[in-house]
């Protein structure tokens, strides 16, 4: 079975500060990763996206994120965090082969601060 | 092109009774997957549609249930409504391939009354 752990759900930062948020997964087969990002009243959008290519993967928004297969995490970072970076993100795994769906982390709210 | 559409926004029923969301997937996406959002359980998967089959099954009972059209076009049902159906219902559309990449609509939001 697949799980999804994202630590802090919230996180608040200063404008141009470096964002960081952490997410672990457990799988018991090679994952796909997903970053998504919801703001309020709307549905998920795709920020960026691991499936079994670069291990650093860069996003919209300017947002990246690293696979560590060693650490079993993919967080996400942002060097300088903007106003309208204010929202919930959130982490998903899936499975390579077999179950299809998409696992959510329980999400992490992002402020960003004046 | 256009992205994943749901139908209503907004719904407001009362408990017992039932209802049927509607979801339009990106042109070409055959499959098509629907996620439960509250605020206590997070998102959970409830189904996946493909070429009108039904491939995979979240852990829900069976008051909810779904089906595809020939045009990948997807409902959702919801019978005997209790309250705590009460959520964002999100419908994501894909390919179907490998990578399982799934694009989400704006949602339903549903309020049981």
């Known amino acids: 079975a697949q799980s999804v752990t994202q630590l802090g759900s919230h996180v608040s930062v200063s404008e141009g500060a470096l964002v960081l948020l952490r997410c672990n997964y457990s799988?018991?087969?090679?994952?796909?990763l997903f970053w998504y990002v919801q703001y309020p009243n709307q549905g998920l959008q795709l920020l960026l996206k691991?499936?079994?290519?670069?291990?650093l993967v860069k996003g919209i928004n300017g947002f990246e994120a690293e696979f560590k297969k060693s650490e079993t995490s993919f967080h996400l970072t942002k060097p300088s965090a903007h106003m309208s970076d204010a929202a919930e993100y959130f982490c998903?795994?899936?499975?390579?082969?077999?179950?299809?769906?998409?696992?959510f982390g329980s999400g992490t709210r992002l402020q960003v601060q004046p | 092109k256009a992205g994943v559409t749901q139908t209503p926004r907004y719904l407001i029923k009362t408990r017992g009774q039932q209802v049927t969301l509607s979801c339009s997937p990106i042109?070409?996406?055959?499959?098509v997957s629907w996620y439960q959002q509250t605020p206590g359980q997070g998102l959970q998967f409830l189904f996946e549609?493909?070429?009108?089959?039904?491939?995979n099954k979240g852990n829900f009972p069976g008051r909810f249930s779904g089906r595809q059209f020939s045009n990948s076009r997807s409902e959702m049902n919801v019978s005997t409504l209790e309250l705590g159906d009460s959520a964002l219902y999100l419908c994501?559309?894909?390919?179907?391939?490998?990578?399982?990449?799934?694009?989400f609509g704006a949602g339903t939001r549903l309020s049981v009354l």
């Open positions: 994501a559309s894909s390919f179907g391939g490998s990578e399982n990449i799934q694009y």
């Open positions: 799988s018991s087969v090679p994952p796909y």
């Open positions: 691991y499936t079994s290519a670069a291990t």
């Open positions: 998903a795994v899936s499975e390579e082969t077999g179950r299809r769906a998409l696992t």
């Open positions: 042109s070409g996406h055959r499959s």
């Open positions: 549609y493909f070429s009108e089959t039904q491939r």
